[in-house]
């Protein structure tokens, strides 16, 4: 079984419970993040909800593909269902050695899309505003950042969100 990750599920450690048998770079053709799901439980609440990532139609999104025993499948996405609040899709990722696995991803498509017409100033001020169990949706974005450079990502949309999170919360760097 191959799940692929984007945002926090890139970097949180989550896998480790499961048996992760590897993780590695990959990517998602046809797909871009896109800070457009409102956290209700994670990074916000429902009356200061958090933004978390999500996927929309683009050229590619790079991230990262772990795969497990599968057996372990039925545990990994009922986790994973709960926490993403919506069910995967099994898609076509590629992996560094030129491979093409399926792979469950998780694209929400539901109630918590914030609406298209919010500037960008007002997607910061929901950032810096709200916390949930996991932390601060601006460690969120904070951390969704630091692991696509790890990756060797440069992602204009979140640049552009952190440098308006930043212009309200001055000390992010």
């Known amino acids: 079984m191959w799940l692929f990750g984007y945002g926090s599920l890139m970097w949180d450690g989550w896998?480790?419970?499961?048996?992760?048998?590897?993780?590695?770079?990959?990517?998602?053709?046809?797909?871009?993040?896109?800070?457009?799901?409102?956290?209700?439980?994670?990074?916000?609440?429902?009356?200061?909800?958090?933004?978390?990532?999500?996927?929309?139609?683009?050229?590619?999104?790079?991230?990262?593909a772990f795969e497990f025993?599968?057996?372990a499948s039925s545990d990994i996405t009922?986790?994973?269902?709960?926490?993403?609040?919506?069910?995967?899709?099994?898609?076509?990722?590629?992996?560094?050695?030129a491979r093409e696995v399926a792979a469950l991803v998780y694209i929400y498509d539901g109630p918590r899309l914030i609406d298209e017409g919010l500037t960008l100033h007002e997607r910061a001020t929901m950032i810096v505003e709200a916390e949930g169990v996991a932390g601060s949706?601006?460690?969120?974005?904070?951390?969704?950042?630091a692991h696509l450079t790890e990756l060797g990502v440069t992602d204009a949309g979140i640049d552009a969100l952190w440098a308006a999170v930043a212009a309200l919360k001055p000390t992010t760097e």
């Open 69 to 71: 025993d599968d057996g």
């Open 137 to 145: 949706s601006f460690d969120y974005i904070k951390g969704v950042r």
């Open 15 to 64: 896998e480790t419970r499961y048996g992760c048998l590897q993780r590695m770079p990959a990517d998602l053709p046809g797909h871009t993040r896109i800070f457009n799901k409102k956290s209700l439980e994670r990074w916000g609440t429902c009356s200061r909800p958090g933004l978390a990532l999500n996927l929309h139609a683009g050229d590619a999104c790079r991230g990262v």
């Open 78 to 97: 009922a986790y994973l269902d709960a926490r993403e609040t919506c069910t995967a899709t099994e898609l076509p990722v590629h992996l560094p050695d």
